[in-house]
């Protein structure tokens, strides 16, 4: 796990893919991304600026989709116990409605809230897009609903840009 920070403050998730790379949410702002840590106040942290910024071609705005973004990190970090890359898909997966995943972040844990200094885990399942349609209305068509039936555990503000694991790998 990454957290995208605005001057030293928390402000959006991401995750490791190459030592030298991270991927976010393209709406995610920040000047630097701090690594290795569960807890962001405590020593031990790696800290990397942002030295280039690739948005997906034709990102739009969050209510578009295409929200994705890679961070090209200062220099590459040491890879170790507390510092892996995520395992992302190489093609096309498909993903089942009610899978058990897990998403992470230092996020909100409760609307109107703030952001937490020790990371958190949560298991989400996928929402069949139908149902997710028919609650939230117009969505673009590479979206992954996931949260749950009858759960108010998930992700918030904060968490964007954060993974979603299905089966070990970021989707």
């Known amino acids: 796990m990454a957290s ?13 893919i190459r030592k030298d790379f991270v991927m976010t949410a393209a709406h995610c702002d920040g000047d630097r991304v701090v690594l290795g840590t569960h807890n962001l106040h405590k020593s031990g942290k790696t800290v990397r600026h942002i030295v280039k910024r690739y948005r997906y071609p034709g990102y739009d705005g969050v209510g578009n989709g295409k929200d994705i973004m890679l961070l090209k990190l200062s220099r590459e970090v040491q890879l170790g116990n507390s510092m892996r890359l995520a395992k992302i898909p190489r093609s096309a997966i498909n993903i089942k409605d009610n899978e058990q995943c897990r998403v992470a972040g230092w ?24 149902v997710c349609r028919s609650r939230w209305g117009r969505l673009p068509a590479n979206i992954i609903c996931a949260g749950g039936y009858g759960t108010n555990k998930g992700f918030c503000q904060g968490d964007s840009g954060g993974p979603l694991v299905c089966s070990g790998i970021a989707v």
Not at 113 to 122: A, I, K, M
């Open 107 to 130: 996020g909100y844990t409760r609307t109107g809230g703030w952001t937490e200094d020790n990371l958190r885990v949560v298991d989400v399942s996928i929402i069949n897009q139908q």
């Open 4 to 16: 995208l920070q605005v001057n030293g403050s928390h402000n959006c998730g991401g995750f490791l």
